[in-house]
């Protein structure tokens, strides 16, 4: 039914580092490119990476350096490895297929997953 499924928050030290997993429910190298996005209390969801197969993967400023998106080789889960967190990091994460005028094949978010940083 839901065809990306995020998983891996929890509670992480300012510093520390996560990794976010998102399972497909089909090879994603099949679908647009696959995002990461991140939604802070307060705020608007905001893409925070952008795994493009074959080409350079996009970052947000305010993750780049820090955090870095990626597959399997079968395209059956994409990963988004967090490093040296910080407070400004805590929201709830969502994987999700690109979409544009061109459309998509799979408009919908899940339920995301949470991700804390405090001490």
């Known amino acids: 039914q839901i065809p990306l499924v995020e998983s891996g928050g929890g509670l992480v030290q300012p510093g520390g580092s996560l990794r976010l997993s998102c399972a497909a429910s089909e090879s994603i190298f099949s679908l647009n490119p696959i995002g990461w996005y991140r939604q802070s209390a307060g705020k608007q969801r905001e893409l925070v990476a952008l795994?493009?197969?074959?080409?350079?993967?996009y970052y947000a400023d305010a993750v780049k350096g820090r955090f870095t998106i990626s597959s399997d080789n079968a395209g059956n889960t994409v990963y988004l490895q967090m490093t040296s967190l910080s407070p400004e990091d805590t929201a709830v994460y969502y994987c999700?297929?690109?979409?544009?005028?061109?459309?998509?094949?799979?408009?919908?978010w899940g339920k995301g997953t949470l991700v804390t940083v405090s001490s």
């Open positions: 999700k297929e690109y979409c544009s005028g061109f459309g998509c094949r799979y408009d919908v």
């Open positions: 795994f493009v197969s074959g080409g350079n993967n």
